[in-house]
C-alpha cells in the first residue's frame, strides 16, 4: 500500500470506527420504525355515521437487501382508488425508494400514463384546495405525494353509478410516512394543508383544462367530510363551489 493510499485510509478510519458505523446504522433504522411506527397510516376499515371512510395508524418497516425496492399497493375502502406505500432500503446514508414504476402500475391495472408533473406550493397551514375535478374526456387519474410539510388529503367517489358515490376517503401524507394517493378518474380531490410551506407533487394523466375544471364545496354537508381544522386560506373560486348534487359527473368511464 503506498503512503497516498495509507494516507487516506487512515484519515477515512479516524471518521469512523467500525462501531461507529454498526451503531450509526442502528440509530438511523431506529429513527425510521420510531417515525413510521406513529406516522404511518394506511387502510382500515373504519365508517362513521356518514359513511365516510379514513385511515388508522400501522406500525410498519421494510428494510430491502436491494437499491431498488418495490411499492406496496393497498386497496382504498373505494373501488379503484390506492394507497401506495414506498419500501426503502436503508443505510449510513440515509434511504433510498422506489415511488413510481409505469411497469408496476401496469401490472395492478393501474393508468401507468402520467404525462404530466406539477408541484402545488402552500404558503401556510390552513391552506384548503378542493374539491377539484375534470369533466368528460379531460377527466384524470393522479398520483398525489407530499414532498415538504403534510396534508390531509382527501377524495370523493363521483361517479353516478358508483355503490360508493358521495363516499370520502382521507389521510394524512407527508414524506416521512412516503404515502401516496393514486386517485383514478371519477373522483374529486382536495387537501387542506397541517404546515407551513407544504409542497404537493402531483402526477396527472390529462393536460388542465380550465374550460373542463370544476369542483364541489370542501364543506358541502351531504358529503361531510371531517377535516382536522377550518381553513384559513381558501380562494374565491373554490369557496363559491356548489354542492356535490349540483355538478356535471358525464361522461365518466367506471
Known amino acids: 500500500m503506498g503512503s497516498k493510499t495509507r494516507g487516506l485510509v487512515a484519515r477515512f478510519g479516524d471518521l469512523l470506527t467500525p462501531k461507529q458505523i454498526f451503531d450509526r446504522i442502528y440509530r438511523i433504522n431506529k429513527i425510521q420504525l420510531e417515525k413510521i411506527t ?3 397510516r394506511c387502510l382500515s376499515h373504519s365508517v362513521n355515521s356518514v359513511n365516510s371512510v379514513q385511515i388508522s395508524s400501522k406500525a410498519a418497516l421494510s428494510i430491502c437487501g436491494s437499491s431498488f425496492c418495490k411499492m406496496k399497493f393497498i386497496e382504498a375502502p373505494l373501488s379503484g382508488a390506492y394507497i401506495i406505500e414506498t419500501e426503502p432500503s ?3 446514508r440515509g434511504s433510498f425508494g422506489r415511488v413510481y414504476s409505469g411497469r408496476e402500475f401496469r401490472e395492478k391495472g393501474l393508468e401507468a ?3 404530466e408533473i406539477s408541484i402545488c406550493h402552500n404558503l401556510v397551514a390552513g391552506t384548503l384546495r378542493g374539491m377539484h ?3 368528460g374526456k379531460h377527466a ?3 398520483l398525489v405525494r407530499v ?3 403534510s396534508i390531509f388529503d382527501v377524495i370523493v367517489d363521483i361517479r353516478p353509478a358508483s355503490p360508493t358515490y358521495g363516499k370520502w376517503f382521507g389521510g394524512t401524507l407527508t414524506p416521512e410516512n412516503g404515502i401516496a394517493f393514486y386517485i383514478p378518474k371519477g373522483f374529486a380531490h382536495g387537501f387542506l394543508t397541517l404546515e407551513d410551506k407544504t409542497d404537493v407533487l402531483y402526477q396527472i394523466s390529462d393536460t388542465y383544462d380550465a374550460q373542463a375544471a370544476t369542483g364541489f364545496a370542501w364543506n358541502d354537508p351531504a ?3 371531517d377535516w382536522p381544522g377550518i381553513p384559513t386560506v ?3 373560486k373554490d369557496a363559491l363551489l356548489p354542492h356535490l348534487d349540483q355538478g356535471d359527473f358525464s361522461p365518466y368511464a367506471e
Open 38 to 40: 406513529t406516522r404511518l
Open 90 to 92: 436503508y443505510d449510513i
Open 113 to 115: 400514463d402520467l404525462t
Open 133 to 135: 375535478y375534470q369533466r
Open 140 to 142: 384524470e387519474t393522479k
Open 147 to 149: 414532498i415538504r410539510g
Open 223 to 225: 358529503i361531510a367530510i
Open 234 to 236: 381558501i380562494s374565491p
